[in-house]
């Protein structure tokens, strides 16, 4: 029921939306809860399991955007394992990461990161989504990146 913090030690992206409340704040969301264009703020602890995270507005200062939220293929397949889904994660985002930033990955100065299903959330049936994080090396962003062009 918990996505796994795939490549979390990356700094972290974010995506676009307005939610009311405090400027310093945001709402806290289930990771299943995503849409592309969420910008988030990077958890404070990394862990093996993420079930939120805090989603604010990209006018605010955050770390992560979802850029796509794609499933694995053959979607009724067994648990293919931490590491090819990580390598298909891998895949999955940079074909996306053109379509929604403006510009090759290989040219970006933005990176990405994932989160990835677990094998517990798998074997439910619920957890079978990639999401697909955009993210800088540290710096915040205070906009989302959606045809940055950067």
Do not use: K
Request: with cysteine.
């Amino acid at each position: 029921m918990a996505a796994v913090a795939g490549a979390l030690a990356l700094p972290m992206l974010g995506g676009c939306a307005w939610f009311g409340g405090d400027e310093d704040t945001g709402d806290m969301v289930e990771v299943f809860d995503l849409a592309v264009g969420d910008c988030l703020r990077t958890p404070a602890e990394i862990t093996a399991e993420l079930t939120e995270v805090e989603r604010v507005s990209c006018e605010q200062q955050h770390t992560l955007e979802v850029f796509a939220v794609t499933g694995y293929e053959p979607a009724d397949a067994e648990f293919p394992g931490d590491a090819q889904l990580a390598t298909y994660a891998d895949g999955a985002c940079v074909a996306e990461f053109e379509g929604y930033v403006g510009l090759d990955y290989r040219d970006s100065d933005l990176f990405f990161t994932y989160l990835l299903p677990s094998a517990r959330g798998w074997s439910q049936g619920e957890d079978r989504d990639i999401t697909c994080l955009v993210t800088t090396t540290g710096a915040q962003l205070t906009a989302s990146v959606r045809g940055a062009e950067v």
